[in-house]
């Protein structure tokens, strides 16, 4: 299995070194010639007004998002999350726009107000994972095809799954616990399986935030 991963900016390394533990294939991902032949792509996190003008500069922009539209599998945490929204409030710059969701940028606060914390998240068996939020942004709603994978107490989304896109508020790269990359795999593993966006469970009803934090 070869997994790329955007090495444009952000901390794309961790990733690699994620997938290097899980016996995968890890390909660095700078130019259009490097998206050949890859089964699955994640999007690290870092600053996705720096991500999105260096895909468009590298010529990335195009041949990523006909990827993503063929079906390919793609895990976007934190920065790299916010490039796949369909809706952003407080960014004004053309995304891939591959999930409906509506996500707010930075909602938590400055760099300071980054936190640590203990998520539950059914898909990933019965013990909580450690997530780390730096400079987060929030998912602020979910359209019915959206499945939500985890919130924090307060109700607000943090990890999403549409079919094979992943949307992850946080940075499991960062991280000793595998079991979120691990489920990308396995995510990657179906699409393979099937050729398709694969079978996805969840609610059907639309989902909305009540509470927005400000900046
Ligand atoms: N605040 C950053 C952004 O919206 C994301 C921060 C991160 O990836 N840790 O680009």
Partial sequence: MRIGVLALQGDFIEHISTLKKLGVEAIPVHKPDELKGLDGLIFPGGESTTITSLMYSSSLFKPLKELAQAGLPIMGTCAGMVLMAKKITNFNMATL???????????????????????????????????????????????????????????????????????????????????????????????????????QSGTKKTNREVPIPTD
């Fill in 97 to 199: 726009a591959l999930m409906d969701i509506e996500v707010r940028r930075n909602a938590f606060g400055r760099q300071v107000a980054s936190f640590e914390t203990e998520l539950t998240m059914p898909a990933l068996g019965d013990k909580p994972f450690p997530a780390i939020f730096i400079r987060a942004p929030l998912i602020l709603s979910t359209s019915p095809e959206v499945e939500i994978l985890a919130r924090l107490d307060s109700g607000t989304i943090v990890a999403a799954r549409q079919g094979s896109k992943l949307a992850i508020t946080f940075h499991p790269e960062l991280g000793s616990d595998l079991r979120l990359h691990r489920y990308f795999l396995e995510i990657v593993t179906s699409h393979q399986l099937t050729g398709g966006e694969g079978i």
